[in-house]
T-cell receptor
Framework: EAQVTQNPRYLITVTGKKLTVTCSQN?????MSWYRQDPGLGLRQIYY???????DKGDVPEGYKVSRKEKRNFPLILESPSPNQTSLYFC???????????FGEGSRLTVL | SQQGEEDPQALSIQEGENATMNCSYK?????LQWYRQNSGRGLVHLIL?????REKHSGRLRVTLDTSKKSSSLLITASRAADTASYFC??????????????FGQGTTLQVKP
């Protein structure tokens, strides 16, 4: 089954404790992207990757890191999480950035 | 304000009625896409319309695009309770080079009452 898988789906953590949200797709997509969704603000792009080893900042990259060492995986790293990073995070992928995006089910992160 | 802005923010209708939601954007686009999100779940792609297209249909969905007004509308005909969800427009900017940016609006929340 074609899918984008995120883990963990739910996480409560404390300020400053590094965490990684994994994202994996099995559709051989070139393009992958991370979004955060906050009430009243819609979806905002954090980082995206056009291909392996190619990543770039979206609109809200501060406090996040990403890597794209393999085509299928695109982890989101929070080196020192802060409460303002409490949000619902979505990973998405596509054959190319102009095409249909396939979304994961989301990761709800709470930073205390 | 954001690139994509939906209107209205919320819409409540009876089953069987049509629902129309609008999206406005600011800059030239490559294409515009509509997505649906059920309560906190991942977004699902509904339809993509290219900048050189004016109208597109998919089942009960009809999307129009007016590049001169920088706006798009999504019409859901004969709505069902299962259509209750949030709907987002997303734009791919043009010229975009290799920017890879897909910008989402804030969404319209649709409630369809049985």
């Amino acid at each position: 089954e074609a899918q984008v898988t995120q883990n963990p789906r739910y996480l409560i953590t404390v300020t400053g404790k590094k965490l990684t949200v994994t994202c994996s797709q099995n559709m051989n997509h070139e393009y992958m992207s991370w979004y955060r969704q906050d009430p009243g603000l819609g979806l905002r792009q954090i980082y995206y990757s056009m291909n392996v080893e190619v990543t770039d900042k979206g609109d809200v990259p501060e406090g996040y890191k990403v890597s794209r060492k393999e085509k299928r995986n695109f982890p989101l790293i929070l080196e020192s999480p802060s409460p303002n990073q409490t949000s619902l995070y979505f990973c998405a992928s596509s054959f190319q950035y102009t095409g249909e995006l396939f979304f994961g089910e989301g990761s709800r992160l709470t930073v205390l | 304000s954001q690139q994509g802005e939906e209107d209205p923010q919320a819409l409540s209708i009876q089953e069987g009625e049509n629902a129309t939601m609008n999206c406005s954007y600011k800059t030239s686009i490559n294409n515009l896409q509509w997505y649906r999100q059920n309560s906190g779940r991942g977004l699902v792609h509904l339809i993509l319309i290219r900048s050189n297209e004016r109208e597109k249909h998919s089942g009960r969905l009809r999307v129009t695009l007016d590049t001169s007004k920088k706006s798009s509308s999504l019409l859901i005909t004969a709505s069902r309770a299962a259509d209750t969800a949030s709907y987002f427009c997303a734009t791919v900017l043009f010229p975009s080079g290799n920017t890879g940016k897909l910008i989402f609006g804030q969404g319209t929340t649709l409630q369809v009452k049985p």
